[in-house]
Nanobody
């Protein structure tokens, strides 16, 4: 079973930076989507940034120009977060979706890493 392990969360001051990483315990083949989600207390989980199988990158409007999503050749997923704001405080999750042998997709999720931004 593949596990995703996130790291890099923590406490930052407003205006500061953090870099999140998400590594898989085994190589994942046929990836068609990689994304970072976040969920703040009392709010729904939202997609922050994503890379699809063709390399197209998208961001939610709230983080455009401040966050950068990337991946490396080992399919480790990163989220560079700059100019952090208190409203970025949330539990951040990585998600990887890959085509399954039998059709459909396999969805993998990390356990979440907490990001807290103080004003």
């Amino acid at each position: 079973q593949v596990q995703l392990v996130e790291s890099g969360g923590g406490l930052a001051q407003a205006g500061g930076s953090l870099r999140l990483s998400c590594a898989a315990s085994k190589r994942i083949f046929s990836i068609n989507f990689m994304g970072w989600y976040r969920q703040a207390p009392g709010k729904q989980r939202e997609l922050v940034g994503s890379i699809n199988g063709g390399g197209t990158i998208n961001y939610t409007a709230a983080v455009k120009g401040r966050f950068t999503i990337s991946r490396d050749n080992a399919n480790t997923l990163y989220l560079q977060m700059n100019s952090l704001k208190p409203e970025d405080t949330a539990l951040y999750y990585c998600n990887v979706r890959a085509a399954a042998w039998a059709g459909g997709n396999n969805d993998y999720w990390g356990q979440g890493t907490q990001v807290t931004v103080s004003s």
